[in-house]
């Protein structure tokens, strides 16, 4: 089997409007475009290009072949998603359980557990800048951050709270911190923050964490108000380049912010947030679920597997992920596990399996069930398959 596939671009209110017409070589459409998904999640399954148009749930169904592990996406930021973290395998079983059980509709926008599995995810930089707030920072260096604010009372009080008790360890003292915000009893400490952020503009660029401080001003303008910005304000900065990538594991907190990207998740809906957002947070839920170990950001370093040919090893069941850069001299030849999926980012590629071949150009992809294949043409593809229990 070999199929291209398509999808339409989803319009959350935090994407782009210019960045996937600009990988697609098309007009902008005018509203933000925030993801393309490519894949068979019922959510929004990919549509085969094969004449039928019908959804590629349905054609792998009869088949025979079992749902993905795995969901590939084009993502574009044009401002912050909602800081989120996502449940372990074992967690989101009991959370979906205990749901089921209290007869929560499954559409329900109070519903945190939509599936029993987990939803690790990678994303790799398809713009030359990719920004991200990921994980949490040493509470050291978030005391410097919010030093170089001031001394407004919110920003004082903030520093204050986050000086652990003596029963407590740093994790501790961040969790209480998290829940504490996230509660609604920091709202004056959210505004005043939000105003410290704003009149440091002229000292920034002298400020060690100038990039930090650019970057939680825009979130209070974009969510005024919203205690997500205290949250934002404990986490670390990544500036991914073209072709680096980050790892979301379960329990670490992370909320892109801009930029364009590939994104290769499980196959899952879980998601528990923590501000920068309209919709349910659970505060008591997410504090269950949330890692608040400090330290540096995930960061994931391409490996060279072949000529030409990159992976992102994040040691996980449920995916893989290979970027190809193709010249029209050499064919990469990957080897596959099980239903893959290749995606076009840049130039002309020639997809080629078991006889059969397909010409992507950027944002289009093709579901490929062989043993290997080829890919050829003049550019850049991602495939993703299965990982390796």
């Known amino acids: 089997m070999l199929i291209p596939i398509s999808n339409m671009a989803r319009d959350y209110a935090w994407g ?9 070589g098309r007009e902008p459409s005018g509203t933000p475009e925030a993801e393309i998904w490519f894949g068979d999640h019922p959510g929004s399954p990919s549509r085969v290009d094969d004449g039928t148009g019908r959804p590629l749930n349905l054609v792998l169904s009869e ?34 359980a205990r749901e089921e059980a209290a007869g929560i509709p499954r559409d329900a926008p109070h519903r945190l557990y939509r599936d029993e599995n987990h939803k690790p995810e990678i994303i790799v930089a398809l713009s030359e800048t990719f920004r991200a707030l990921v994980g949490l920072r040493p509470i050291a260096d978030t005391q410097r951050l919010l030093a170089s604010l001031g001394e407004g009372s919110g920003v004082g009080a903030l520093s204050a709270a986050l000086s652990p008790t003596d029963a ?51 979130i209070a303008g974009a969510f005024p108000g919203d205690a997500g910005l205290v949250v934002a304000t404990l986490m670390n900065l990544v500036e991914l ?39 349910h947070v659970d505060v008591p839920e997410l504090l269950q679920v949330v890692s608040t170990e400090s330290g540096p950001a995930p960061i994931v370093e391409p490996l060279d597997v072949a000529p030409g040919v990159f992976g992102y090893d994040v040691g ?73 229990a």
């Open 16 to 24: 782009s409007t210019t960045l996937i017409a600009e990988l697609q």
């Open 63 to 96: 088949a025979g072949i079992a749902p993905l592990p795995y969901l590939l996406k084009i993502l574009a930021a044009g401002t912050s998603l909602s800081i989120q973290a996502h449940p372990s395998r074992d967690q989101a079983a009991a959370g979906f």
């Open 168 to 218: 407590e360890d740093q994790p501790a003292a961040l969790r209480r911190v998290i829940g504490w915000a996230l509660s609604g009893e920091a709202s004056d400490v959210v505004t005043d923050l939000a105003a410290a952020l704003e009149s440091s503009a002229s000292d920034e660029a002298a400020s060690e964490f100038a990039a930090e401080i650019r970057v939680l001003r825009d």
């Open 241 to 279: 380049r073209r072709g680096e990538a980050l790892f979301a594991p379960a329990g670490v907190l992370h909320a892109y912010q801009d930029g364009l990207g590939v994104e290769l998740m499980a196959a899952s809906d879980n998601v528990l947030r923590g501000g920068l957002t309209p919709k």
């Open 316 to 388: 996980v069941s449920d995916f893989r992920l290979v970027r190809v850069e193709t010249t029209f001299e050499a064919v990469a030849e990957i080897a596959l596990d099980g239903i893959a999926i290749v995606l076009a980012t840049r130039g002309d590629i020639v997809v080629e399996a078991d006889g059969d071949r397909v010409e992507l150009v950027p944002g289009t992809a093709a579901v490929v069930s062989a043993t290997s294949v080829a890919i050829g043409g003049a550019g850049e593809a991602f495939v993703a398959q299965p990982g390796v």
